[in-house]
């Protein structure tokens, strides 16, 4: 199937300071990737979902000048976590879509392995 | 709002099949029902999705009520690596977003 890599899968910085962590489709092209993090015990939280070429789209809370998005082709999608403080601690994951699926077609998501945050 | 429901723990014997419910009774008629599952500490997994019709890969098959408002995960013959977190998710045409729910933790015994 198709595949996802992120990277880095596990950084630590030291607080107030920024980290990016990349997300890249493989083989295929996607036009659309979304980004969730997770904290130990529950489920994934979608973060913002990023659309080549455009800005992205933050979901309710989600603060976007905190959570740096940008997707400036169809194979790369990074965030940017600036000024990070110990609560940004999580999981964060990205996925993306293949471009040649339509919004009927059920196209799958594939998402990457995951990157461990920790801040210090 | 992930707007399913599954319970939130099963277990299972090795080598038997496993059936996850799913509860969506306010899908829509343009709604996917995707299952996608998690290992510890990785990534979601795709596992199936469907529309309508009972749908079978080589990992699982998917059995969708009649009326949409319910569907289930098949694992024919858990092995100990099926152990994840299992959800349930409908893909909202057109905004085509996964929102995750609780999802199902499956525990395996050997």
């Known amino acids: 199937g198709a595949v996802v890599s992120q990277h880095p899968s596990r950084v630590i910085c030291k607080s107030g300071t920024s980290v990016k962590i990349e997300c890249r489709s493989l083989?295929?092209?996607?036009?659309?990737m979304f980004w969730y993090r997770q904290f130990p015990k529950q489920s994934l939280m979608l973060m913002a979902t990023?659309?080549?070429?455009?800005?992205?789209?933050?979901e309710q809370g989600v603060e976007k000048d905190k959570f740096l998005i940008n997707h400036a082709s169809l194979t790369l999608s990074t965030l940017t976590v600036t000024s990070a403080h110990p609560e940004d601690s999580s999981f964060y994951i990205c996925s993306a879509r293949d471009r040649t699926g339509g919004v009927n077609s059920g196209n799958t998501i594939y998402f990457g392995e995951g990157s461990w945050l920790t801040v210090v | 709002d992930a707007k399913t429901t599954q319970p939130n723990s099963m277990e299972s014997n090795e080598e038997e099949p496993v059936h996850l419910p799913c509860n969506h009774s306010?899908?829509?008629?343009?709604?996917?029902i995707h299952w996608y599952r998690q290992l510890p500490s990785q990534g979601p997994e795709y596992v199936i999705h469907?529309?309508?019709s009972n749908v079978n890969n080589r990992m699982a098959s998917l059995a969708i009520a009649e009326d949409r408002k319910s569907s289930t995960l098949i694992l024919h013959r858990a092995t100990l690596r099926d152990a994840a977190v299992y959800y349930c998710?409908?893909?909202?045409?057109?905004?085509?977003?996964?929102?995750f729910g609780t999802g199902t933790r499956l525990t395996i015994i050997p």
């Open positions: 990023s659309n080549e070429g455009s800005k992205a789209t933050y």
């Open positions: 998710i409908r893909l909202l045409a057109p905004y085509e977003k996964l929102t």
């Open positions: 469907g529309l309508t």
């Open positions: 083989d295929f092209q996607a036009t659309t």
């Open positions: 306010t899908i829509s008629g343009t709604d996917y």
